[in-house]
Nanobody, 119 residues
Framework: QVQLVESGGGLVQAGGSLRLSCAAS????????MGWYRQAPGKQRELVAV???????NYADSVKGRFTISRDNAKNTVYLQMNSLNPEDPAVYSC?????????????WGPGTQVTVSS
């Protein structure tokens, strides 16, 4: 079994910053891509940022220049530094990881962490 647990969400004023973390644990052989997704009430889940095992990154246009994704492969952890948060950013943020386990690769999800931005 593989578990992903996010932390770092909370309430922040508009213009402020938060740093999310997501740690993977369990029977992990290796982790390929790791990413952050978000879902606001009444909206579909959207990709925020993704990072490969080699460090290549990709971002949603709405967060480019404000959010930075990074990872620590030794700790099986992915981070999302969120700066200049605005009223369009509140959502449940979930991490996902493509994990190689017992000869197969599966996507695992964390339960999510709430990010709230006050104006």
């Amino acid at each position: 079994q593989v578990q992903l647990v996010e932390s770092g969400g909370g309430l922040v004023q508009a213009g402020g910053s938060l740093r999310l973390s997501c740690a993977a644990s369990g029977s992990i052989f290796s982790i390929n891509a790791m990413g952050w997704y978000r879902q606001a009430p009444g909206k579909q889940r959207e990709l925020v940022a993704v990072i490969t095992s080699g460090g290549s990154t990709n971002y949603a246009d709405s967060v480019k220049g404000r959010f930075t994704i990074s990872r620590d492969n030794a700790k099986n952890t992915v981070y999302l530094q969120m700066n200049s948060l605005n009223p369009e950013d509140p959502a449940v943020y979930s991490c996902a990881a493509e994990v190689a386990v017992a000869g197969t690769t599966r996507r695992y999800w964390g339960p999510g962490t709430q990010v709230t931005v006050s104006s």
